[in-house]
């Protein structure tokens, strides 16, 4: 934070006038989003902790309006702190998830005016702001970063929500039903193809920069894998079989007593599942969530397949055989509509698999995007070149074997913190995040020459 004042310049030009109203409209988005996940529940509910998992949802939210203070109003407009004694009790690295609801928080009205404080030095700010070189502000790249922030702690409430004890509080109409039949596996041929981005403009810093890698050729699965292959894993005896598991997986799996993914029970001879309060039967075409990466691995492994490397997956959501060039999304470099994913927690379970056909890359692989997010075997590490920007905190301080990336956002993420080069991750033990996956196989010689 170097407190440097932005150059208040024109403020007519188009393009500028543009960024401005779009920067306006996310704000407003997840702000909007933010309330409807914290209005949900009354002021008890919002100071309580769920899970030793997850903050109370009062600390999200006064969390969001300390990093926008922090960023927006302190470092890009060089003003005065709104209220800089409370940076430490929202300080993420300070306060560890299990101590936070022992902290002396903000209680919710007073967290509410705190954040609409915030906002209105923000709006000023955003009228007399010029775009200029300034990384932090080029492209409105702080605003953007800021408004992701406050998206990624909308999908983290929504995974306390999930948490919560309780009656539904949260509402929302099913996602489309399938329009396609998608099913096996794509051949995707050896090559050269770009990963990461420079030119993204909102794009954090470990998505960049872009770099060529080489893969050899691969298979890998045309849908996320649902429900139903999960539950003939499940009736196999995969849970119960250390063939399947890694050494660290099938220790965990016996700690820990799993038998299914989080939030299932059995039900007659199927299984039930518990999300935001109700139960329904589980659905066998729909991908399956809240599964770890230990599981996922096992899974792949009982399946006579592998997990994709984060590469593998990159390359077949991004790579058009016909250009050779990467692509934003899998569908072209348009941003997401409600044609190609299921995202922004419009339906609050992933869409079942075939319900989104104008999403599909150009090799024919569904639904990378949205849904679930995908485990992958990659540890979390800067693609080659990477600098920290505009802080270490970021993701630099993650780098190393204790974290797995996990690819393509989820029901519950937003578009403007989704692209095909996003990158999430987290300990492979963690399964209350909307985490999914897909299966990947190295291309057999007469596959790939094919
Ligand atoms: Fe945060």
């Known amino acids: 934070m170097n407190g440097e004042t932005v150059s208040v310049g024109t403020t ?18 997840a702000r909007s989003r933010t309330a409807l996940l914290t209005e949900a529940v009354d002021d008890a509910d919002l100071m309580r902790q769920h899970s030793p ?80 070189d300034r990384p932090l502000v080029a492209a ?26 309780g009656a539904a509080v949260l509402h929302a109409p099913p996602p489309p039903e399938p329009t396609a039949r998608v099913g096996g596996e794509v051949l995707v041929p050896a090559g050269e193809f770009t990963m990461g981005t420079d030119s993204d403009p909102w794009a954090l810093d470990n998505e960049r920069p872009a770099h060529r890698v080489d893969l050899p050729a691969y298979v890998i699965d045309a849908a996320p894998v649902t429900n139903g292959e999960y539950e003939a894993f499940i009736a196999d005896g995969g849970y119960d079989d250390p063939r399947w598991w890694s050494a660290a997986g099938w220790e965990h799996r016996v700690s820990e007593q799993l038998v299914a993914p989080m939030h299932w029970r059995r039900d007659g001879d199927g299984w039930a599942y518990r999300r935001f309060g109700r139960w329904d039967p589980v659905r066998a075409d729909e991908p399956v969530v809240h599964v770890c990466f230990h599981e996922a691995q096992a899974y792949a492994a009982w399946a006579g397949k592998r997990l994709p490397t984060e590469a593998e997956w990159e390359k077949a959501a991004r790579w058009d055989p016909a250009t050779g060039r990467s692509r934003r999304y899998p569908w072209g470099d348009g941003d997401s509509t409600e044609a190609h994913a299921n995202l922004d927690q419009r339906h609050l379970r992933p869409a079942p698999v075939g319900a989104y056909p104008a999403g599909a890359s150009p090799l024919g692989v569904h639904q990378l995007i949205g849904d679930v997010w995908e485990w992958t075997s990659t540890t979390f590490r800067g693609h080659p070149g990477f600098t920290a920007f505009p802080y270490r905190e970021y993701s630099e301080v993650f780098f190393g074997d204790d974290y797995r990336v996990l690819r393509g956002g989820s029901f519950g993420t937003d578009r403007s913190a989704c692209r095909g080069t996003f990158r999430n991750w987290d300990y492979p033990i963690r399964r209350q995040i909307f985490s999914g996956f897909r299966c990947a196989r190295d291309a057999a010689p007469d596959e790939s020459r094919r």
């Open 140 to 165: 409105g790249f702080a605003f953007g970063m800021i408004v992701q922030h406050e998206q990624q702690h909308d999908e983290t409430m929504l995974a306390t929500h999930q948490l919560r004890a």
């Open 53 to 132: 998992l997850m903050s109370p949802l009062v600390w999200d939210l006064a969390h969001v309006g300390n990093q926008e203070e922090l960023w927006l109003v302190r470092d890009v407009g060089g003003r005065e702190p709104v209220r800089c004694d409370i940076d430490e009790l929202y300080d993420a690295f300070k306060q560890p998830r299990r101590d936070r609801p022992a902290l002396p928080l903000l209680p919710p009205a007073e967290a509410r005016a705190y954040l609409g404080t915030v906002r209105d030095k923000v709006h000023d700010l955003l009228d007399a702001v010029s775009f200029t």
């Open 12 to 29: 007519d030009h188009p393009e500028g006038e543009r960024l401005r109203g779009r920067i306006a409209a996310e704000l407003a988005r």
